[in-house]
């Protein structure tokens, strides 16, 4: 954490305990804030070099897109908050030697994409723009607040033949409740800053938060469902994919990985062999891979 940052907590912190209005307020920068650009990792840079770019326009603004193969069909990976698309590294690999081709975008400040702010509209949009260009895709991957926003595209009409949610969470409260814990402000302070993110981002919206909920609002029936969640992540707790593969039952399957995090998991064989076998048989690959979590994580309990 850079000493602005540092100093910003420790201002929250302190108007935590005297008005929780305040400290909503003052949290909401921190909550948005994007920067620094996540760099490209040396075992994701081949991958990364090896992408045909583009570029589309999301809501007014350009951002970068790639492109890996030449397959028949079509897999869209989303990155997370503070990500990139060259963190799929792995997963490009394993999906275009099964000859599928792999297309992505870096949202606006992220990656390779300008700006200096975003938020799941961007996300919403690319993902619109994508599908319009490239037309309906096998299977739509997310990672992180990338898997939110693939969740909430799919159950507002983005066409796929299932979606994969890595260390994903299960609504967009979630993000603010586990923010406001780790700069350690209470409850008040959380529910301020949830209103002012919702008067700031999506004012004509009079719910927005249950916009953004693929647990009270499952995907649409007939997609499938691919959760993979290390047991260890400390950034989203386990127990989001948990909810998630509650709320889809039978059409869902939980890929549980250990020591792999919240970003390395992106690359954990159980996670690689999950997604292939998604990608080309679907649930049933998953089955007969014998991947799927035979028992509950001890975290859901």
Do not use: K
Not at 228 to 251: N, P, Q
């Amino acid at each position: 954490m850079n000493p602005a940052t540092t100093l910003a907590v420790s201002t929250v912190r302190a108007a935590d305990r005297v008005s929780p209005s305040l400290a909503g307020r003052l949290a909401l920068p921190l909550f948005r804030q994007v920067r620094p650009v996540l760099p490209v990792r040396p075992s994701d840079r081949a991958v990364h070099e090896q992408a045909s770019r583009g570029a589309i326009t999301v809501r007014g603004r350009e951002v970068v897109t790639y492109s890996w193969g030449h397959g028949p069909e079509t897999v869209l990976v989303v990155h997370g908050w503070r990500g990139r698309a060259s963190q799929f590294g792995p997963i490009v690999r394993e999906l275009r030697a099964e000859g599928l081709r792999v297309v992505a975008f870096d949202a606006p400040a992220n990656g390779e994409s300008a700006g200096h702010r975003t938020d799941i509209r961007d996300y919403l949009a690319g993902i619109e723009e994508m599908q319009r260009r490239h037309g309906m895709f096998r299977l739509v991957i997310g990672h992180s607040f990338g898997a939110l926003a693939a969740l909430t595209a799919v159950r507002e009409g983005t066409a796929t033949g299932g979606v994969v949610a890595i260390a994903g969470m299960g609504d967009a409260r979630y993000l603010v409740d586990s923010f406001a814990e780790r700069v350690g402000v209470g409850h008040a302070s959380a529910d301020v800053l949830a209103r002012e993110f919702a008067r700031r981002v999506v004012p004509d919206v009079a719910e927005p938060f249950a916009r953004v909920d693929a647990v009270s609002s499952p995907l649409p029936d007939g997609v499938p469902l691919l959760l993979v969640h290390d047991r260890g992540d400390r950034e989203v707790s386990v127990t989001e994919s948990v909810r998630l593969h509650d709320a889809h039952g039978e059409r869902s399957r939980l890929v549980v990985t250990d020591g792999a995090g919240h970003a390395r998991v992106l690359g954990a064989d159980p996670t690689l062999d999950a997604v292939t076998a998604f990608a080309l048989r679907g649930l049933a690959g998953v089955d007969a891979a014998g991947l799927g979590a035979a028992v509950v994580p001890a975290a859901s309990a």
